[in-house]
């Protein structure tokens, strides 16, 4: 059973940072895609970053790059999205997602439905 824990999020103000993480279980971590995405109330959930297998490519949605950085420990079964700058544009409920299919490299990496497995979110709160 493939479990996606999230932490680290919080209530920090504006240009603050945080470092939220994601442990993975009950996959071959190292051979699948991983990404990020995030949800505001009332709003869609949208991809803010990925990283393929074992970890040599990433991709940011336009509104995080320069500020977010993704990379994974694959010996620690983890995922990290460090967010700087933080905005409260930033604010939303940040969600990891795994790609089901090992050893897979997928060029639609920003939608949804190409991730199979989702944790439960961390809230991300940036005050003005």
């Known amino acids: 059973q493939v479990q996606l824990v999230e932490s680290g999020g919080g209530l920090v103000q504006t240009g603050a940072s945080l470092r939220l993480s994601c442990a993975a279980s009950?996959?071959?971590?190292?051979?699948?895609?991983m990404g990020w995405f995030r949800q505001a109330p009332g709003k869609e959930r949208e991809f803010v970053a990925a990283?393929?297998?074992?970890?040599?490519?990433?991709y940011y949605a336009d509104s995080v790059k320069g500020r977010f950085t993704v990379s994974r420990d694959n010996a620690k079964n983890t995922v990290y999205l460090q967010m700087n700058s933080l905005k409260p544009e930033d604010t939303a409920k940040y969600y990891c997602?795994?790609?089901?299919?090992?050893?897979?490299?997928?060029?639609?990496?920003?939608?949804?439905?190409?991730?199979?497995?989702w944790g439960q979110g961390t809230q991300v709160t940036v005050s003005s």
């Open positions: 997602a795994a790609d089901g299919r090992p050893s897979y490299i997928s060029i639609y990496y920003y939608r949804t439905q190409d991730y199979d497995y």
């Open positions: 009950g996959l071959a971590f190292n051979s699948h895609g």
């Open positions: 990283i393929r297998y074992p970890g040599s490519s990433t």
